[in-house]
């Protein structure tokens, strides 16, 4: 395979994914991860390759609220086209008054509404991977926000796990819903809430999804596949195997924007991909700093963002640990530009030591639930009150 550093110049203009009336050349979408998937990160994976780039995820709450942090968050500067949303709610009501401000201020031209999200401190007031089990709220939620949406024609598509646990899958449910709601994409990460980002993802329960998706709405609604994508080859064989119209990239590629090149190619059948040296990381390292700079505005800010990263982009090259240490704490352009150069920037690519799993790793754990929440799969008034609560740990974005 050919080592390629530079982001690409051109791209094929046929169509891959379809999403409603969008269209998109690879069938690739960015996973939206809080803290990662801002401007900055966003632009640097789109010079690499191409597919569908959401923001961080945000709150419905705090995007009537019209919160600070969140109006910056859903912010796409104009190069940023098709324009993705993420978001996340718990109530009918306020999920369909942010889609439609979305809609009516022309702020996405997608939106995608997360019923994934793991963490206890969501899935014990009922919300993120928890509330589909909830199917009358599943149902009053996305059938709201597909209405919304449709009125602007923006399509709307949802993200969800395979259910709370082995125990109580939700996700085929949660599909035919969505079917009649009128989604225009489904996206399926093979691993249920207890698993959190343990263990293997559960490509067989994506392929079950995809036949009866079509079984239900033939090939009008595409199905993504999501979990375990760390490389190229990845997504060609959850493709293979599963039937899936695309995939849907998260953890994979932090610290390896190109993966977006990867991806592209190998979906198009060209056996090209990015495998850059060390000179080839210290530059994309570089621009994204710069990229982060202009996105807070603020030199510190932007630096101070970047560190996080340094850990994923230098996995599996020799660099020393001491260097390794000052890179993480690194709080200028100017300083970076020093550090960087410490660098032997012709070290090869690593190879395997490179690739594989990163980002968060966790064991399964017994979910975090509201007490009583499985005992049926239908609302009362008493959960309401604690499904309030849900979106208040997170409602900056």
Wanted: net charge negative; aromatic share 6%; with cysteine.
């Amino acid at each position: 395979m050919t080592a390629v550093t530079e982001p690409r110049t051109d791209a094929s203009t046929r169509p891959a994914l379809r999403i409603g009336d969008i269209e998109l050349t690879s069938p690739v979408v960015l996973a939206p991860m809080a803290g990662i998937t801002n401007t900055a990160f966003r632009r640097l994976c789109r010079e690499y390759g191409g597919g569908l780039y959401v923001t961080e995820m945000v709150t419905t709450r705090a995007l009537v609220e019209r919160n600070e942090k969140t109006m910056r968050i859903i912010h796409h500067e104009p190069f940023e086209t098709p324009r993705s949303v993420q978001l996340y709610g718990v109530d009918p009501v306020t999920t369909g008054q942010a889609v439609r401000m979305l809609v009516e201020e022309d702020r996405a031209d997608h939106i995608d509404l997360n019923f994934g999200c793991p963490a206890p401190k969501i899935t014990r007031k009922g919300g993120g991977s928890a509330l589909p089990w909830k199917s009358d709220l599943f149902s009053s939620i996305v059938h709201t926000a597909v209405r919304e949406a449709s009125r602007g024609g923006v399509p709307l598509t949802i993200k969800m796990r395979k259910g709370i646990d082995d125990d109580h899958l939700t996700y085929l449910d949660a599909a035919r819903t969505a079917v009649d709601a009128g989604v225009s994409a489904i996206t399926l990460h093979g691993r249920t809430c207890a698993q959190l980002y343990s263990g293997t993802a559960d490509w067989d329960a994506i392929a079950t999804l995809k036949g009866e998706v079509s079984r239900l709405a033939g090939d009008s609604i595409p199905v993504l596949g999501n979990g375990d994508i760390f490389a190229a080859e990845d997504a060609l064989s959850m493709m293979e195997q599963t039937g899936c119209d695309g995939v849907v990239v998260g953890r994979g590629c932090q610290g390896r924007p190109w993966l977006f090149g990867d991806l592209e190619n190998a979906l198009a059948g060209n056996p090209l991909r990015n495998q850059p040296d060390l000179g080839g990381v210290a530059d994309a390292v570089r621009r994204h700093g710069e990229y982060m700079v202009d996105h807070y505005e603020d030199e510190f800010m932007g630096v101070r963002d970047l560190r996080k990263h340094m850990a994923w982009y230098f996995k599996g090259y020799p660099v020393g640990g001491d260097l390794r240490s000052r890179l993480a704490k690194v709080s200028s352009l100017e300083e970076l530009d020093a550090l960087l150069g410490e660098l032997d920037h012709t070290q090869p690519y690593p190879g395997e030591a490179a690739e594989g799993s990163r980002g968060r790793t966790t064991r399964a754990k017994r979910p975090h639930l509201p007490e009583g929440w499985l005992d049926s799969r239908h609302m009362d008034d008493s959960w309401y009150a604690e499904l309030a609560e849900a979106e208040l740990d997170i409602s900056g974005g």
